[in-house]
Nanobody, 126 residues
Framework: QVQLVESGGGLVEAGGSLTLVCAAS????????MGWFRHYYGKEREFVAL????????TYADSVRGRFTISRDDAGNRVSLQMKHLRPEDTAVYYC???????????????????WGQGTLVTVSS
């Protein structure tokens, strides 16, 4: 059974930093691309960042590029999202997801991902 478990969310002041971690089990982690998405009440689920297998390529949403960094630890079956210079508009539930079908390219579309975590809430106060 595949499980993705996010951690690291919380309350932070604007300008602050948080690092989210997603621990994966039940799949061959090195064979999947991993993505982070976020969802805020009343809005569509939004792509944040992805990293392909082997970490060869990363892609970021325009809204987070230069502030967020995605990385992966294949030995530890984890993907992280380091978030700096947080803004109130970054407030959302953040989800990690695994993409088996496009491991070398990744996708910015939620429908491309096969497995999802339960999410972790990030709240940025102004």
């Amino acid at each position: 059974q595949v499980q993705l478990v996010e951690s690291g969310g919380g309350l932070v002041e604007a300008g602050g930093s948080l690092t989210l971690v997603c621990a994966a089990s039940g799949l061959t982690f090195s064979n999947v691309a991993m993505g982070w998405f976020r969802h805020y009440y009343g809005k569509e689920r939004e792509f944040v960042a992805l990293i392909t297998r082997n970490g060869d390529r990363t892609t970021y949403a325009d809204s987070v590029r230069g502030r967020f960094t995605i990385s992966r630890d294949d030995a530890g079956n984890r993907v992280s999202l380091q978030m700096k210079h947080l803004r109130p508009e970054d407030t959302a539930v953040y989800y990690c997801a695994a993409d088996r079908r496009n491991p070398n390219r990744g996708s910015t579309y939620p429908i491309s991902y096969d497995y999802w975590g339960q999410g972790t809430l990030v709240t940025v106060s102004s």
